[in-house]
């Protein structure tokens, strides 16, 4: 049966990249509002309630309005924004969290799609902390570098207008907003020290957590990391784990695409290990994340729409 989805904030950077996905799609009736009314809370309620999924790519504050605006039974919701990642009542939409994780994405009402740097860090983390490899009160990094369209339609005008556009390290605070979603789920009892930074290029990143595998308690090779971590993935269409043995890794690997690449780098004489994950800040990490949750929840293929 077809399905009605209305897009909140469809004309954002993320909004545009679910239409462009969900273009063409004959199991699909999507809702759009005029320009002049897209920011009007009457015809936004009315296209919510109107709908059976409401993706929201809404800054956070509108996204909390939106769901309040919800006066039925039935509206489900996909929820891009940083809102509700750790809020009781939401799934995280991760589906390749855990084993059965999609499956409880495909029972919700209220699911939270992942914010970017948290899906490669999470993917890279939580098998390894499940299999008890990274004992939950590690003290875990990660070191991350997002193209600028991860800071929407604002940074997107203040980057290609700037004259310095090099490397910017920025959440020097240690209070950036994924730090939350990135501690509870993966598992671990501290909050990783998160250290991001904007590079020149609109979209793409690399998301890196280094581990002293030597000061582990078990003491894990490279080989039983990737091996693990293949074990976690294995015949996802998605997420792959290639090989760690490559001089330098690229931004651009998974641009323009919903994939994510996971590899296992380092060196085994010095027991040293750099695991890196690299998406698209737009793909993996926000629109595709949005449809393949989307296809989950109506029980369509999980991969419709999407770029792999
Ligand atoms: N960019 C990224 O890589 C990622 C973004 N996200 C999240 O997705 C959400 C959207 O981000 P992004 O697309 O980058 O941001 P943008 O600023 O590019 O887009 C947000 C859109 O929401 C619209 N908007 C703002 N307030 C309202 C309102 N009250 N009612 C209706 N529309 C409104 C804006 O309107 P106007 O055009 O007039 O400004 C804009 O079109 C955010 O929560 C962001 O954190 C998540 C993962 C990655
Ligand atoms: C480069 C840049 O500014 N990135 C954004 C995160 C983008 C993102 O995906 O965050 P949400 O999913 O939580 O919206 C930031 O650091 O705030």
Same mark, same amino acid.
């Given at each position: 049966m077809t399905k009605t989805i209305f897009i909140d904030g469809g004309a954002g950077t993320t909004g545009l990249e679910i239409t462009d996905r969900l273009a063409g799609r004959a199991d699909l009736n999507i809702l759009t509002l005029a320009e002049d009314r897209r920011k009007d809370a009457g015809a936004r309620r009315e296209a919510i309630n109107d709908a059976d999924f409401v993706i929201l790519c809404l800054p956070d504050e509108a996204a909390r309005e939106a769901v309040a605006l919800i006066d039925n039974d039935r509206t489900r919701v996909v929820d891009a924004s940083t809102a509700h990642r750790t809020a009781d009542g939401w799934v995280y939409g991760l589906p390749e969290l855990e084993p059965g994780h999609a499956e409880r994405i495909a029972r919700a009402r209220y699911v939270s799609n992942p914010?970017?740097?948290p899906t490669g860090f999470l993917a890279l983390v939580r098998p390894l902390v499940r299999a008890g490899l990274?004992? =939950?009160d590690w003290p875990v990094s990660v070191n991350a570098a997002s193209g600028y369209s991860g800071g929407g339609k604002a940074m997107i005008a203040e980057y290609?207008?700037?004259?310095?556009?090099a490397f910017?390290?920025?959440g020097l605070s240690l209070a950036h907003k994924h730090a939350p979603e990135m501690q509870r789920h993966s598992g671990l009892v501290h909050a990783p020290?998160?250290?991001p930074a904007v590079v020149d290029t609109y979209r793409g990143m690399v998301v890196e957590v280094?581990?002293?595998?030597h000061a582990l308690p078990g003491r894990p090779t490279l080989e039983r990391i990737a091996e693990t971590l293949g074990e976690a993935y294995a015949g996802s269409p998605i997420v792959t784990v290639a090989p760690g043995d490559i001089g330098a890794v690229n931004i651009e690997e998974n641009a323009g695409t919903d994939r994510m690449t996971l590899r296992v780098c380092g060196n085994a004489a010095t027991?040293? =290990?750099r695991l890196i994950a690299t998406l698209d800040n737009l793909g993996k990490g926000a629109g595709g994340a949005a449809v393949q949750n989307l296809n989950i929840m109506a029980g369509l293929d999980p991969t419709a729409g999407l770029v792999l």
């Open positions: 914010g970017c740097y990274i004992p =939950a290609e207008s700037a004259t310095n556009r910017r390290p920025y020290i998160f250290a280094p581990l002293a595998l027991g040293q =290990a």
